[in-house]
Structures are given as C-alpha cells and as structure tokens.
C-alpha cells in the first residue's frame, strides 16, 4: 500500500459531497429536486467572450505562453484595478492562475511557513483551512457575530494576532455570509494589519455583486503600507459567469509575484491560452452582459428577503446579505426536534432531512463553520427559489 504524506492526509474530505451525491441521486430517479447550493451563476458566459476564444483558436493563438500570464491579459487586470479599484500595479506584479482557487493556493504557499498561524474570521468559505493546512500552517478562527453581520471588528483581529501570525485572509463580499465591509471598517482593519506588519490574502472574487448601492473597496487601496502587505486576488469567474473557464490572478509586491510566478513556471505552466484571450474580451469589453446578471441578483435577493421576513414568525431567520450571491438562513431554532423519527442535532442532519423530505437542497452551515445555519444560493430561477422557499417553509412546519 503506498503511504500518504502527513501534508494529504490533513486534508478533509468535501462535507458537501454526500448532499450533492444524495440530490443527484433524486434527480437521476426522476424527483424535482431545487437546488440552493449552487456555487456558480446560473447564466451562460456573454456571448462576445465566447467569440472572443473561438477567434484565439482561428488565429492559432494555442501555444504555451508566459507561466505567469499573457501579456496582453496582465495588462488589462493592470487596466482593470487602476479603473474600478484605483490602485496602481506593473505587469509583473500580476500573476494569472487557474482561478481564482490556484490564486489563493499560490498566495498562501509563498507566505506562510510551517507552523504560522492564519486568520480566518468565521463564517468562511471551506477551502481557506484546508489549504493553510496543505502548507503546514495553523488557521485560527475569528468567530463573528450575527449582529454584527459576520463581520470581524478592528479589536477581533488585534485579539487574534500573536508573534506566529503570518497572514490575515480577508474575503469581502463573502462567501458564504453576503457581508460587505464598509470603507471605514476596512480601514479600521487595515490600521491593525500595518501596525503589527500582517500580510492580508484579500479574497475579491465577488467583487462586482453587491447590492442596495455598496461600493466595494479593496484593503489595498487604503494605504501605499497595507498595499505593500497586500495579495489581492479576483478573477472572472463570478463576474463573467467564467466559472468553467479556470481563470484567476493576483496583484502582490513584486518579490512576491515573481516567487509566485517561478512556482507556477514548474506547476502549471500557463493557464490555457484561449481563455486568457477571452479573459482579455471579458475585462476589457461590453460590461452590460455582466450588469444586467447583476440586476437578476439583485432582483431575486429582494424577493427572497421579502419571503424571508413572512417566515420569521415560524422561527425561520437570515443575516441580510450585501453582496455574493448567498444567504445565511438560521434554522438552529429547528435542533432538537424531529422530521418523523430523525432527530435534528445540527445543519447537516438539517440539510439531509430537507432533501429527504422536500427534495430541497441546501448547504449545511457547519462546511463553514457555523453550525447554525443553512447556507441559500440565489443563482437559481425566480420560480424555482420561490417554489423552493415555500418548500423550506412546509419542511420547517412539518417538524415536531
Ligand atoms: N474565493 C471564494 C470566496 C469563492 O467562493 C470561490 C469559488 O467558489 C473562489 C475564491 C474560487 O473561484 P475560482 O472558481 O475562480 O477558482
């Protein structure tokens, strides 16, 4: 038998693999199964990126290209942060990845060491520890609150910081809470990273989903210090509904993103060649195909909240989402009680029966570390998310 490294064997096994397993199982057998998981836009990529890569592959634009990106695409992410986040870089502080996962991958191998310990408020999204892990290093939780919006105070992340702390990751709009930091409480952040030199991995993935007229601000842009302690990372994924496509990048000091970029020449290579070139269409052409998904979130985020508040008396609550595409929805006032003889301890028994029973499937808050809630994607149809939430709403009646 071959033996594991001690690096794999830390790493756990997807907690939402048996619920998806289990709603793809329904479906195959023939149930209408409506589906709150999903972690993608349900829209198709613009049309014009899709030319765009078919144009590439005419033009024979299919060989290998620089490992830490294609000119052309480092300086339009370049044009992009100087346009939407007012900040500065050169080419070769970017590097592009396979998304904006390897992004994070490669930020968190060139800046924690063994046993240094990572910042991680929570609720986060489930892949952070894992890879601080994969790595050798220590997360450390920040546990947020409810009423704070799951966001983490200025004086959580002081409390935090120890001499082994070696970076913060910063995710705003989150996955999977919706909350948006607000200028003023990332600056508030930013002046604790600086003063005790803390490196932030600033996850903007869902930068460009954000509602009720919040502005996403990037920590970066604070000051030239927390720049020069920042990594960003984003891509197109979310925003130009590329989420097939694989791309991501980051913007970091140059040291690091030539470290990064050395790594990435031995791993990968570059990420493939013709969904850089339509990464290019995707940042630089018509933005209207991604406004107007933007709009469709925004619509189906009102409903859902305005279905929400109807079901507050049966004890069904949420934390108000910003931005993201997700809802926290807290069920934890449903433990204890029971869905015909199953006993509900915890999300993940609530999740479970919610598919037996109402052929709904959701995410069980405690993949991200609060036990307390279900987590609802809004990349679903209107009707579907409708129908969905009256479902949710039977189940929860139904439990005694
Ligand atoms: N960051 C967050 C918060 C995400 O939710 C995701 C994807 O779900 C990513 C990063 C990674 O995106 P990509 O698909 O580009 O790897």
């Not at 952040?189 to 903007?204: G, M, P, Q, R, T």
Request: aromatic letters at 8%; proline letters at 4%.
């Amino acid at each position: 038998m071959i033996k594991l490294t001690h690096r794999v064997s830390k790493i756990s096994p997807s907690m939402t693999l048996a619920m998806s397993a289990r709603a793809a199982e329904l479906k195959a057998a023939g149930e209408k199964v409506i589906n709150f998981g999903v972690g993608e836009p349900d829209f198709n990529t613009p049309a014009h990126i899709i030319q765009a890569a078919k144009d590439a592959m005419d033009k024979g634009y299919t060989k290998y290209v620089a490992a830490a990106g294609l000119p052309a695409l480092k300086k339009a992410v370049c044009e992009k942060l100087a346009r939407d986040n007012n900040l500065e870089y050169k080419p070769n502080q970017i590097v592009i990845s396979n998304g904006g996962k390897h992004a994070i991958l490669n930020a968190v191998a060139a800046v924690v060491e063994e046993g240094g310990e990572v910042i991680i408020p929570s609720p986060y999204w489930l892949t952070y520890p894992e890879v601080v892990r994969f790595f050798g290093g220590v997360p450390v939780y920040v546990e947020t609150t409810r009423e704070s919006g799951f966001k983490m105070t200025a004086e959580q992340l002081e409390a935090a910081i120890t001499p082994k702390t070696s970076m913060l990751i910063f995710n705003s709009p989150c996955n999977p809470t919706g909350a948006v930091y607000s200028e003023e409480e990332i600056k508030a952040i930013a002046a604790v990273c600086v003063k005790h030199n803390i490196c932030v991995l600033s996850d903007e993935m869902y930068e460009k989903l954000v509602y009720d007229g919040q502005k996403h601000y990037s920590i970066a842009e604070v000051s030239p210090e927390m720049k020069e302690l920042t990594i960003l990372v984003n891509g197109v994924s979310k925003s130009y509904a590329m989420t097939g496509w694989r791309l991501g990048y980051l913007a970091a000091p140059e040291n690091v993103a030539k470290a990064i970029g050395s790594c990435q020449s031995h791993a990968t290579s570059n990420v493939n060649t013709i969904t850089q070139y339509a990464s290019v269409a995707a940042l630089e052409g018509d933005q209207t195909p991604m406004q107007e998904m933007v709009a469709a979130f925004t619509a189906r985020r009102a409903k859902m909240m305005e279905i929400l508040d109807g079901y507050k008396a049966i004890g069904i609550d949420y934390v108000k989402p910003e931005g993201a595409f997700y809802l926290m929805l807290i069920v934890d006032k449903f433990y204890g009680k029971k869905h015909g003889e199953k006993l509900i301890h915890g999300s993940m028994d609530f999740a479970m029966e919610l598919l037996a029973g109402e052929k709904v499937a959701a995410t069980p808050g405690v993949c991200f570390g609060d036990d307390s809630c279900i987590r609802l994607s809004y990349a679903l149809s209107m009707e579907e998310m409708i129908e969905g939430l009256e479902r949710i709403k039977a189940f929860c009646l139904s439990l005694n």
